[in-house]
């Protein structure tokens, strides 16, 4: 009996211990106000293990894939447009800097702060992402993000960061 309500306590801990560590849930939000469709993207993620993943030295690339398709009944949606970026951390371990590549523009920067690195590494604000020109009204248009990580480790740890997978969110844009 003692067996049985040790493992029972145990079971209801174990179970009980993801829920108490709540985590941001991914944000997707589509600006299309003016001429060009602008989006924001944060997914959710254990940033204490990521940090200490780059504590460690290990770089680490997102991959961004954004895939816009008109919305058509009856039939197979219409592919629009697929654009792709990523960005790389890479720890500098002996000036204590962080390296920061933007693969689309082909900088490259160097902070002191992880938190900042973080950031950069996760976070998209404001990227445009097609001109309005280029839609048909009054239709809709489904736009789906997902995201690759890769480091020079094992991707398999991964799954313990990010709770999601390949892709991450999804927003339906309607033109009047």
Not at 15 to 44: K, M, N
Not at 124 to 130: A, E, G, L, N
């Amino acid at each position: 009996m003692r067996l049985f309500l040790l493992t029972s306590w145990l079971c209801l801990y174990l179970t009980w211990i993801p829920h108490a560590q709540a985590e941001e849930a991914t944000q997707f939000h589509l600006d299309a106000t003016g001429a060009i469709v602008y989006c924001d993207i944060t997914p959710s993620f254990n940033r204490k293990k990521l940090a200490q993943s780059l504590k460690t030295g290990t770089p680490i690339q997102f991959s961004w894939h954004i895939h816009i398709e008109r919305i058509r009944n009856y039939w197979l949606n219409k592919n629009i447009a697929d654009i792709s970026f990523s960005r790389q951390v890479t720890p500098d371990l002996l000036t204590g800097q962080w390296i920061l590549d933007d693969h689309i523009t082909q900088t490259q920067r160097r902070t002191y702060s992880l938190n900042q690195a973080i950031q950069w590494l996760t976070t998209v604000h404001q990227f445009p992402i097609i001109d309005k020109s280029l839609l048909e009204a009054p239709n809709s248009y489904l736009i789906s993000v997902s995201l690759d990580m890769m480091s020079d480790q094992n991707i398999a740890w991964w799954q313990d960061v990010f709770h999601l997978d390949h892709n991450i969110s999804n927003s339906i844009l309607n033109l009047p």
